[in-house]
């Protein structure tokens, strides 16, 4: 089961590269507005393999959602704030893949991809309290790269 933090949420690093490289059966797209606007499921939907079953949902049906696909799962949260609420409702994430959180004035850019706010920081150091691993990168292939200090 993997789990991943980018605000792009469907987007070809995760068909083309973290896909085939978890071999993961279903995608879970855990967010909130996608969950509630169909024509857009159908225009993400067509970009998916058809072997993967895809699934939006709304953060907290989470839980019973892995429950129900098993552990060949792709997760997917927009941002750092429904990962957390979804480990704080119970979801077990030994890591979670970070990358790309879009820059703005008030976020401190630490790799090229991942800008933060104070919010994400905090809700990263509450998954760290979680014993949650965080992994940097953009591409399986890439190095992974651990927390950073400057983070907390």
């Not at 896909?19 to 024509?39: E, M, Q, S, W």
């Amino acid at each position: 089961m993997w789990f991943r933090v980018d605000n792009r949420l469907v987007h070809g690093q995760v068909i083309e590269a973290w896909l085939p490289y978890t071999g993961a059966k279903h995608l879970v797209v855990a967010n909130d507005a996608l969950a509630r606007d169909v024509l857009r499921q159908q225009i993400v939907s067509l970009a998916v393999p058809q072997r993967i079953v895809t699934h939006f949902i709304p953060v907290h049906e989470l839980l019973s959602t892995l429950a129900t696909c098993g552990d060949e799962c792709f997760v997917l949260f927009a941002t750092c704030r429904d990962a957390r609420r979804a480990c704080d409702a119970g979801v077990a994430m030994n890591v979670l893949n970070m990358c790309n959180l879009h820059y703005a004035p008030d976020k401190l850019q630490i790799l090229p991809y991942v800008a933060l706010s104070a919010e994400d920081r905090e809700d990263l150091h509450i998954l760290r309290e979680h014993l949650v691993q965080l992994d940097f990168r953009s591409v399986p292939t890439e190095a992974m790269r651990g927390s950073h200090e400057l983070l907390f």
